[in-house]
């Protein structure tokens, strides 16, 4: 099964809100199917952002999830469309690096950002989400401040967000976990 397909499953089988068939036709429309997650970190390569969205969904479930207190359609959500705002946003380019054996410049290809829409990251993902889906409060929360200290800086109002709302703890440790240890070596430009 490849990344998107396993994706389209989960997506399929528990998020069944109102709206999610229209985000998921719109999805498709995007490149968020073969667009890498990063630049030259975690799942740099083709696929790598919805290969990253399935890993950090299945380490919320495998880590995180308990049948009595928690909801499956909300980690479904957070865990397959926390990083939305990284559709439209990498094209590859080529830039000139020195081959180290031959001495000769080589072209070689790299994703640069190229941002269609600078909105922020967490906070542009729950944006684009609500177009076309109402989230829950703790799903807005849990999307806008997943990237934790990497990425908003006011740490008193991440603290309050984690305290206040489990679901934005258990998507962060998933994302680090799945960023840092599961998709260590999935760069095809660093090979980290």
């Known amino acids: 099964m490849t990344p998107q397909e396993e994706f389209i499953e989960i997506y399929n089988k528990y998020i069944t809100r109102q709206g999610a068939d229209e985000l998921l036709e719109w999805l498709k429309r995007t490149d968020f199917f073969t667009a890498p997650a990063s630049s030259k970190y975690h799942c740099a390569c083709e696929n790598g952002l919805v290969m990253h969205s399935v890993s950090v969904f299945n380490t919320m479930m495998e880590k995180h999830y308990d049948e009595e207190t928690d909801n499956i359609e909300s980690f ?70 997943h990237m934790g200290e990497f990425g908003d800086k006011n740490s008193n109002t991440i603290s309050q967000a984690y305290d206040k709302y489990p679901l934005a703890v258990k998507l962060h440790l998933a994302d680090l976990e799945s960023t840092f240890l599961r998709e260590k070596g999935t760069s095809q430009v660093n090979n980290r």
């Open 76 to 145: 479904a959500i957070c865990g397959l469309l926390h990083d939305l705002c990284k559709a439209q946003f990498y094209k590859v380019s080529s830039r000139n690096v020195k081959n180290e054996k031959t001495g000769q410049w080589e072209k070689v290809p790299y994703y640069a950002i190229e941002d269609q829409f600078p909105y922020g990251h967490g906070e542009k993902s729950v944006f684009l989400i609500e177009r076309k889906m109402h989230l829950k409060i703790d799903e807005a929360m849990a999307i806008r401040w």
